[in-house]
């Protein structure tokens, strides 16, 4: 897998961590975005990993207090998780 596939799967990973936050604590898009100072628009990137360059570990940081989680929580994952993501990566791979 290249370098540029892998940041972009890393990016997706933590964006749907970052929605299933977001949605777990009754938050909007826009509500969670006002909490963290960043763009209803920019959150949505993140959210659907096209934020891929640029992306700070601050405005991580930012998100994650704005959730009331720790930002690890947006780099760990269940082997389920794992599972997922490997047959996603194993799927994109066959069709290019």
Known sequence: MNEKVKKAMICKRIGAKV??????????????????????????????????????????????????????AFFVFTKQENKAWKQMLLEIEDNS
């Open 19 to 72: 929605a299933f936050y977001r949605t777990l604590k009754g938050l909007t898009q826009e509500a969670l975005a006002t909490k963290c100072h960043i763009g209803k628009s920019t959150l949505g990137r993140i959210e659907r990993g096209e934020y891929t360059q640029g992306l700070s570990v601050i405005t991580l940081i930012d998100i994650a207090e704005g959730l009331g989680i720790d930002i690890s």
